[in-house]
């Protein structure tokens, strides 16, 4: 590339940033915060550390909260979740391996159905007589693999849900992708990060097969239309070839994962609670 046209990009990319942030939603602004939560470790059977937090209002319900990749609970729109989901559930948020204050390194959703198992068994050991999961990204694949191997998981909400990890698409020309790295650099970068395996030599398990195993778990595949990581075809993919009772949502001019949560918020408190309404209770 020549001088003049790197010159030209970063005019463009420039323009592009500052353009954006001056239409910053009112999502933008710092959520408010939960009441004060339990915190505690708990140990895969791989020993990996996975460190995790339950907020406990009483409920017999409980909702798993399972961030994306490279998002960890103190993530502004993972909290915002646990905001969304507090009044009618207890719930638990935890840091995947590789991630926040979990040990270990992230394998793509090759091992992290272990980080969503450990969980969902401490959360069985503590009684609750129906579980919830909501996951975002990889994690809703790791959730899928999870749930292939156990029968106590009683509803599920998957976001941004990829069919095989081979298969992404990152599409980083598009919109999308300037929302998210606005929102970092506004954030400074918060709750973001992670340690992870050389993506090369991973082979995760494809959502798209291990969905098939699952039997009773109701499923709600929620996706942006915008998606730049993990286009919509995804879910439908999913959705498609999964038995069990499930609904399919596509959110018209909606980004990736917790961005669903950023620019919607009402809308995916709605979905959320209503399918837990519908499902958990």
Not at 173 to 196: H, S, T
Not at 201 to 224: A, C, Y
Not at 237 to 247: C, I, P, R, S, T
Request: charged share 25%.
């Amino acid at each position: 590339m020549r001088l003049g046209d790197i010159v030209v990009f970063k005019i463009w990319f420039c323009c592009i940033v500052f353009s954006l942030m001056a239409v910053i939603p009112s999502g933008y602004a710092k959520t408010g915060s939960s009441p004060k939560a339990e915190t505690g470790i708990l140990y895969t059977k791989d020993n990996v550390k996975i460190a995790y937090e339950r907020y406990r209002s009483g409920f017999d319900t409980i909702v798993i909260i399972c961030p994306g990749f490279y998002n960890s609970k103190k993530n502004r729109w993972m909290r915002k979740t646990v905001d969304l989901i507090l009044p009618e559930h207890d719930v638990i948020i935890f840091d995947f391996r590789g991630h926040g204050d979990s040990s270990g390194k992230f394998s793509w959703s090759a091992k992290e159905h272990m980080d969503v198992n450990t969980v969902v068994d401490y959360a069985v050991a503590q009684g609750y007589k129906h579980i919830g999961i909501v996951a975002f990204s990889l994690a809703a694949a790791a959730s899928v693999n999870a749930a292939a191997l156990r029968e106590d998981i009683d509803s599920m909400v998957l976001i941004s849900c990829p069919s095989k990890f081979r298969a992404i698409d990152f599409y980083f020309w598009e919109l999308g992708m300037f929302y998210d790295l606005i929102d970092n650099i506004v954030d400074v970068w918060e709750g973001k990060g992670a340690r992870v395996t050389n993506i090369l030599t991973t082979q995760p398990p494809k959502p798209i097969e291990t969905i098939t195993r699952i039997k009773h778990t109701p499923i709600l595949f929620i996706h942006g239309g915008w998606d730049w990581v993990i286009k919509d075809r995804h879910s439908r993919k999913l959705y498609n070839v999964y038995q069990g009772y499930k609904k399919l949502v596509i959110i018209e001019k909606g980004f990736h994962a917790e961005r669903l949560i950023q620019l919607h918020p009402d809308r995916m408190r709605d979905l959320i609670t209503g399918w837990f309404d519908e499902t958990l209770k």
